[in-house]
């Protein structure tokens, strides 16, 4: 078989140190590939006018997988006076290229686990019975609806006229916002369609039967947003009367399902929601298990079978040029394995998660946010281990 092409995508700040340090790590464990360098983020906005250059585009579709660190985003105000002056004429907008990516390529199924990491000083711990201190391992997959809903971008500050008047034949709209002048008013939409709806309700439940989850909890808001929400909560109900009987369909609220994770976490197994609810809950979820430095995540389009994985921390611009690095790569490492298992080389990722398990259980090497010290330039001298040190010490393990 010919070797592997991925496209390496650093983007901005810390992204760069966590992907390098990543693709030291698969190379080490015996993944035979090729990088392509895949240009995205701040610098080329500024520089073309557009952080998702088409040759970029171009690369991904050649090669349909791709590895992700992380984009710095601005407000578009913000981002317009950073532009060139010569593209500011063009009166361009600045939007998230990794929104646009998923967008573009139709990277529909976002996964994201959250599994407790055995001797992980960040784990939750909850005050038990007798003042005892328990610590419930978390293992929780939650899959986010990555395309559609609000962060499905069609949205308007002053609408234009044909929108309004459409609105104002809502008579819900009517009544709560018709008194307001047009131009105070903002929309932004939540758009659900079935076929990705029902394409995300899917993924869950196949996971949760491959991998033996009990349960799949559709986490949304049905009871208020009734049309979205309730299409989602009543499609889950179909397909798993049909097809998936034996997993047990449990309905949770997202104001209440941020309550719940944080008394009992170990309940829930496999959770589906729309884009920004799944957006939410996993963010919840990951702070039980490390936080930012530990999440990781997969997005893909079943159809085409582009994918592009990615930590879901940002680019942390005020750690992104100290000399030595001092952010965690383990995120960025895990979502290399998640890469693996979707390109069928499950040995390797199971090698490296193996080390990375090990390298956390033994403690002797952490980071400064496994060592709870406040991030700063100096908590190396202080004892934590730098990115490299940490991905050495995987490395090692191999
Ligand atoms: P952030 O995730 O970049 O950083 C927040 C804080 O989390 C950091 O200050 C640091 O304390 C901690 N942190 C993040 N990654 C870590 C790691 N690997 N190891 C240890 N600690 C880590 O979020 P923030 O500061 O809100 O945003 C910074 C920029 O990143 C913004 O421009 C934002 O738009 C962008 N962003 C990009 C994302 C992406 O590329 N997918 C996702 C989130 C934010
Ligand atoms: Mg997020």
Redesign the pocket.
């Known amino acids: 078989m010919s070797k592997r092409t991925i496209v390496a995508m650093p ?1 901005d ?3 760069k140190v ?1 992907l390098d340090e990543a693709i030291r790590v698969l190379n080490a464990a015996g993944f035979d590939a090729e990088y392509v360098e895949g240009d995205i983020g701040w610098k080329y906005w500024c520089s073309e006018g557009n952080p998702l250059p088409q040759r970029t585009l171009d690369l991904i579709t050649e090669h349909k997988i791709g590895l ?1 660190g ?5 407000p578009k105000d913000e981002a317009f006076e950073e532009l060139s002056l010569n593209l500011q004429e063009k009166r361009l907008v600045y939007s ?1 290229p ?1 929104v646009g990516l998923r967008q573009h390529f139709g990277l529909d199924i976002c996964l994201r686990p959250c599994r407790t990491y055995k001797g992980n000083p960040l784990n939750f711990i909850r005050r038990g019975s007798n003042n005892s201190i328990e610590e419930p391992k978390v293992d929780v997959v939650i899959f986010r609806q990555n395309t559609e809903g609000l962060y499905g971008g069609v949205e308007w500050s002053n609408p234009p006229e044909q929108v309004y008047d459409a609105l104002m034949t809502h008579p819900k709209f009517k009544s709560n916002f018709g008194s307001a002048p047009v131009e105070e008013v903002s929309i932004s939409t939540r758009i659900f369609t079935k076929k990705y709806t029902e394409r995300i309700l899917r993924a869950a439940f196949e996971h949760a039967k491959k991998y033996g989850y009990k349960s799949v909890t559709v986490c949304e808001k049905p009871n208020v947003i009734r049309e979205t929400s309730g299409m989602m909560y009543k499609m889950a109900q179909q397909i798993q009367k049909a097809d998936f009987s034996t997993i047990e369909l449990w309905n949770t609220n997202i104001d209440a399902q941020m309550m719940w994770l944080t008394k009992n976490p170990e309940n829930y197994g496999v959770i589906v929601a729309g884009n920004m609810f799944g957006d939410i809950v996993s963010d919840g979820f990951a702070g039980l298990i490390g ?3 530990f999440a990781c995540s997969a997005q893909y389009n079943p159809e085409t079978g582009i994918g592009v994985f ?10 992104a040029n100290y000399p030595v690095s001092i ?3 383990i ?2 490492v895990e979502s290399a394995c998640m890469m693996l298992d979707f390109i069928d080389e499950q040995y390797i990722a199971s090698k490296i998660r193996k080390s990375v398990a090990e390298v956390i259980v033994e403690g002797k090497v952490q ?3 496994m060592a709870k010290m406040k ?1 700063h330039a100096d908590v190396v001298e202080k004892g934590a281990a730098s990115t490299t040190e940490m991905a050495d010490t995987i490395i090692e393990k191999l």
């Open positions: 983007g700040g810390i992204g966590v992700f992380a984009i710095t985003s601005k998230s990794i936080g930012l430095g990615e930590p879901t921390h940002g680019s942390a611009p005020k750690y952010v965690n790569p995120a960025m980071t400064y946010d991030g």
